[in-house]
């Protein structure tokens, strides 16, 4: 089982949301191959992206939307075949107020034009926390650890239910 997680991070938070994402995976699950491709960093490692089940984005919040890298991507990647592979987002923000959910929205429609099966990140054990996906408050990400790995945690539980045979 493998789990791509893409993403975008200026100042360090969304990578952070990131590792703690790729930490709650591991903790339940330490078979499951976890890739963390930050797009300011690298490109991404697209032979591990078409092997991957699942497919975890990230971005932080600008006006209310996703960052302009991971909208370049998502329009650029048309040669990556997402469809049929589980999807969740997640973003980091400066503000509950500053437009979280229209991002992950903005996260979540492109995902479905590629194809993907989205996830909101609700499991067997985290209960209604997360409506769409996982919220993180930049300065104070720290704070939003727990819930980052039990999105994490949830997703994979997701993707080897569906996967898995």
Known sequence: MKISVIYV????????AAEYIQDGILAKY???????MNLREEEPDLEFLAQSQAVIFGTPVYFSSMSWELKKWFDHSFRINLK????AAFVTAQSPT??????????????????????????????????IGAVGMGKEIEKSAGEFEEFGESVAQ??????EK
């Open 30 to 36: 330490p078979f499951v191959q976890v890739k963390l």
């Open 9 to 16: 991070s200026q100042t360090g938070h969304t990578d952070e």
């Open 158 to 163: 997701m993707a080897i239910k569906l996967f």
């Open 84 to 87: 049929g592979k589980l999807g």
């Open 98 to 131: 500053g437009g979280v959910d229209t991002a992950i929205m903005e996260v979540l429609r492109h995902m479905l034009v590629k194809g993907m099966l989205i996830f909101s990140g609700t499991g067997e054990g985290a209960a209604h926390k997360f409506q």
